[in-house]
């Protein structure tokens, strides 16, 4: 049973360092190559194969409570549209330094800094962001997690302002915790939504695809984690709904870019991720987008999908409640050092799904890390799961 054990643990960490190296073979840049890179376990909801799935009773009603000849829209392409690159970029990024995040509206539902986000990372809408949700995201190709912002603006000293932010872990499944935002309303990965030009390229999404709807209902259901409701319809949909772009209806007419992604929409259907214009999908903007391809998806209304099942069904009267994780113990060991003399922070914590130290560090894995303080510093240490967040702190002392 011992030997049984090893090996089973054996092969977890192969696993886990085969996906990591995966990771690391990204390229770099905006909008760079994932290189084949599917984020995410292949059992995580964004990847799973729903072209079996079984249809909720009430799709027609939600089909037509959405609108039935509501067309497809790809909310992404080309060159500009009035001023602005057209829609949400990701930066894949190696060795940035480390910067703070102060969050503006809902700090208390984000993961704290450090994120290593660069002073000239792109934010949605850019050249010229405006005034609208100004995400950003970010892949740390070294470490395997991903960064997003939501309502980001750029300090002069390099640091972040945001709305909201979250981290998420490439390597494991990861849910914000119940009723929790993210960068995005429905408590959701941003990136993981995407359609990307390299994808297509490569001639195969395989993941789902983000979307929104103009009316949402003050409900959800997994993997969204939150609501943000504006109607009382019955048929209202609520976040994280998942639609699938029916086995019958014929794909075999449309350009490459489009097709690869109406295929895509049959296997793993798109996800309802925001309040937005209806039936609008994302993707990232690159110029090597055919614009004209995309156009051509405008021709799938609405009355083309299925609603896949919807269970379970979260309302404000039955979010699921469980305990937090428990922090048994949070050390430096030295606690008093000279500056720049490493220190490991040490931590004994069950029932967590990440964790993140600050400051300095950031998000991490594991259950300890090495610092170099230069100054008297307190630690934090934030172990999440679905249920919420725990917090311990350490000082360490400088000489």
Sequence with gaps: MRSFLVFTIFCLAASAAHAQLACSSMSLGIGASLNGFLPFPADNAWNQDISNSPIDPNSASIINFIGASTPLHPDFGAGLYAGQTIGIPYDIVSGSPFVNVKYTAYGS??????????????IEGYPHPGNGDRHVLILDRDNCWLYELYSSYVQKNGTWNAGSGAVWDLLNDEQRPYTWTSADAAGLS????LARYDEVAAGQIQHALRFTLANSATAFTPPASHWAGNSNNQYAAPMGMRMRLQASYDISGFPPQAQTI??????????????????????????????ND????????????????????YTPQNVPTGPSPTISSFTANPSTVTKGQPVTLSWNVTNAS??????????????????????????????TNTYGRTTATVKVTVQ
């Design 354 to 383: 990440y964790f993140v130290v600050s400051p300095q560090v950031g998000a991490v894995r594991g259950n300890s890390v090495i610092v170099n303080p230069t100054v008297t510093t307190t630690y934090t240490l934030y172990g």
């Design 109 to 122: 539902e984000s993961d704290p800094g450090p994120m290593p986000i660069p002073a000239n990372a792109p």
């Design 262 to 291: 109406l295929a895509a929409l049959k296997k793993y259907g798109m996800i309802m991720a925001d309040n937005g214009s209806s039936m609008y999908i994302t993707g990232d903007p690159d110029n090597r987008w055919n614009n």
């Design 294 to 313: 995309l156009a051509t998806l405008k021709q799938v209304p609405a009355s083309a999908f299925d609603v896949i099942l919807i269970s379970p069904l």
């Design 190 to 193: 941003v990136f993981a939504g």
